[in-house]
């Protein structure tokens, strides 16, 4: 089944500097990837995602990016913020039944 | 606006006690499913359902059962709670089969504790 890894566990940026969190996958028939950011004591909510017909996504401070040949993908976010702080999962599916199979998340600290 | 919510936010157990975590969604999805959610792991899926009375078993599914009778809700079932079932239980909903890119929902999940 598939298998996806995240990076870094933990991640500390400067407000209004940028932050990188990868993930790579392993079943080459996943097509789906989103990211869900969840804030303290709240529930996770998607913030962007992606399909395998695209290699990168915008939208606004945030965007994602797909290697399929690799098999990993990336969230960036620009000029960071405070409100930026959270915990953030990746995930992956490919079509039809298969569900949605979660990284371990990252816990980004962007410090004023 | 979707929203899903869960019967409790907090729970407190005893070992051995039959559990019950219910979830309703109000936006008519097909697609349901119970997560656990621990610190380093991440969220594990322990099933999730496509249709009434459809289940499969996720990748934790041991020491847990569900139900799922009518469209809006499912139901986890800890048979037999033990102390490592000591958990944040999330529960989400999508429209169509996944894979066509939609959209989980969370609900606001049950931090349960089992004594």
């Known amino acids: 089944g598939e298998n996806v890894e995240q990076h870094p566990s933990t991640l500390s940026v400067q407000e209004g500097d940028s932050a990188v969190i990868k993930c790579t996958y392993s079943?080459?028939?996943?097509?789906?990837f989103p990211w869900y950011k969840q804030e303290l004591g709240k529930r996770p909510q998607l913030i962007i995602d992606?399909?395998?017909?695209?290699g990168e996504k915008k939208d606004q401070r945030i965007a994602v990016t797909l290697n399929k040949t690799a098999k990993h993908f990336s969230l960036h976010i620009t000029e960071t913020q405070p409100e930026d702080s959270a915990v953030y999962f990746c995930?992956?599916?490919?079509?039809?039944?298969?569900?949605?199979?979660f990284g371990k998340g990252t816990r980004l600290s962007v410090i004023a | 606006d979707v929203k899903v919510t869960q019967s409790s936010r907090y729970l407190v157990k005893r070992t051995g006690e039959k559990v019950f975590l219910e979830c309703v969604q109000d936006?008519?999805?097909?697609?349901m499913f119970w997560y656990r959610q621990d610190p380093g792991l991440g969220l594990r899926l322990i099933y999730f359902?496509?249709?009434?009375?459809?289940?499969e078993k996720g990748d934790i599914p041991e020491g847990y059962s569900v139900s799922r009778e009518k469209k809006e809700r499912f139901s986890l079932i800890l048979e037999s709670a033990s102390t490592n079932q000591t958990s944040m239980y999330l529960c989400?909903?999508?429209?169509?089969?996944?894979?066509?890119?939609?959209?989980?929902?969370f609900g606001p999940g049950t931090r349960l504790l089992v004594l």
């Open positions: 989400a909903s999508s429209g169509p089969r996944q894979g066509d890119g939609e959209t989980q929902y």
């Open positions: 079943d080459s028939a996943s097509n789906y």
């Open positions: 992606i399909r395998s017909n695209v």
């Open positions: 995930a992956a599916s490919a079509s039809g039944n298969t569900p949605l199979v």
């Open positions: 936006m008519d999805h097909e697609n």
């Open positions: 359902s496509y249709d009434v009375k459809m289940k």
